[in-house]
Every structure is written in structure tokens, then in C-alpha cells.
């Protein structure tokens, strides 16, 4: 189940590298997979040490994109 959600982080970081999506948008989707992953955290409890990881590595994405979103442009 996990291994969905991993590439959905990577594909939203493909889409940003290319510039296909915002920051904004980046953002949005990283709340999506956290919402996924709360969901998940309840209801799987044997995965729960991965899901802590992945959410953390989501959590971590958002705020980078949100310093780099907030940043005035050079």
C-alpha cells in the first residue's frame, strides 16, 4: 500500500522539477497524501513505523515548498 503513495510523492516532485505545477499546487497535493496517510495510519497499524516515515518525509517536502513558496523572487 505504501508503495502508491511513494510514487505519488515522486511524481509531484517530477511534475514541480519540470515546472508543470506551482509551488501552490505542490503543497495541495502533499496535504492530500498526508490526509491519505492518516487515514492509512488507522487503519493499518502493522505499517504504522513506514507511514510515520513517509508522513514525515511529506511533512518535510511541505514546508520546504512553502519557505521556497513565500520567498520573494529574486
Known amino acids: 500500500m505504501l508503495v502508491p503513495i511513494k510514487k505519488a510523492i515522486l511524481e ?3 511534475q ?3 515546472g508543470d505545477i506551482t509551488q ?3 503543497t495541495q497535493r502533499l496535504e492530500g497524501v ?3 496517510l492518516g487515514y492509512l495510519e488507522k487503519g493499518i497499524p502493522h505499517e504504522l513505523k ?3 516515515k513517509l508522513q514525515k518525509t511529506a ?3 511541505i514546508d ?5 513558496y513565500s ?3 529574486k
Open 34 to 36: 498526508l490526509t491519505v
Open 12 to 14: 509531484i516532485t517530477r
Open 71 to 73: 520567498e520573494p523572487v
Open 24 to 26: 501552490q499546487e505542490v
Open 59 to 61: 511533512t518535510k517536502f
Open 50 to 52: 513506514e507511514l510515520a
Open 16 to 18: 514541480y522539477d519540470n
Open 64 to 68: 520546504v515548498a512553502s519557505r521556497i
